[in-house]
């Protein structure tokens, strides 16, 4: 099977309960993150982004903050389903012209029935 | 649909041969990367190309190399050189190399699993 993930953090939610994954971001200059959703085997699924211009962004039972502050980026999912168990990351780009994207290392969300 | 297809999805290679993974998007963007994806470490990037006939080397280039002939397109070789090529490997696009009057978001296509026997 699908290898990635084996030792990433875990999350652990009962289904129904809400999820938070933390992301800490490295770059000051970063002005836009986005989360991505990662399924074993598969690529990377977008969830939801922001700009720094922005502290809280919300879409279909997901929201984002972000603290400039203190560089940490966050993700929470309201009544956690199943089909949420996946492995979560948080990507940080600079907007100026870049190229380049920095990617953390993820979270692995388990969703216990 | 629009999207980003990669193949093959599994690929296996002995020691000493180059393969090559297919990226093919339809999304019209204007850049494409490759990235690696390992356990337990963030994506890497390997190859970026911003433009048809042009393309940068990224953080771990060593041992790969590219072609960006068409905008639909940017194959990725893996060559012997390449000294742990076993790894998830993840092609994207995005609207612009990096502008800012564009979202941003990187597209992913499913990923192409080498493995070296």
């Known amino acids: 099977g699908e290898s990635v993930g084996l030792h990433l953090p875990t999350l652990s939610v009962q289904e129904g309960d809400n999820s938070i994954i933390n992301c800490a971001y490295s770059n000051s200059a970063s002005d836009y993150f986005i989360w991505y959703k990662q399924e074993s085997g598969k690529g990377p699924q977008f969830i939801i982004d922001?700009?720094?211009?922005?502290d809280k962004r919300q879409g279909q039972r997901v929201t984002v903050l972000l603290n400039k502050t203190v560089k940490h980026l966050s993700l929470q999912i309201a009544a956690t389903q199943p089909g949420d168990s996946a492995v979560y990351f948080c990507?940080?780009?600079?907007?100026?012209?870049?190229?380049?994207?920095?990617f953390g290392t993820g979270t692995r969300l388990k969703v216990l029935a | 649909d629009g999207g980003i297809t990669q193949s093959p999805k599994y690929l296996f290679r002995k020691e000493g041969q180059n393969v090559t993974l297919s990226c093919e998007q339809n999304?019209?963007?204007?850049?494409m990367y490759w990235y690696r994806q390992d356990p337990g470490q963030g994506l890497r990037l390997i190859y970026y190309s911003q433009i048809v006939n042009d393309f940068q080397k990224g953080d771990i280039a060593e041992g790969y190399s590219v072609s960006r002939e068409k905008k639909e397109s940017l194959p990725l070789t893996v060559t012997s050189a390449q000294k742990n090529p076993t790894a998830f490997y993840l092609c994207?696009?995005?609207?612009?190399?990096?502008?800012?009057?564009?979202?941003?978001?990187?597209?992913f296509g499913e990923g192409s699993r080498l493995t070296v026997l």
């Open positions: 999304l019209n963007h204007d850049a």
């Open positions: 994207a696009s995005s609207q612009k190399g990096g502008g800012t009057s564009n979202t941003g978001e990187l597209f």
């Open positions: 990507a940080e780009k600079e907007s100026s012209g870049t190229y380049k994207y920095i």
């Open positions: 922001i700009r720094s211009n922005m």
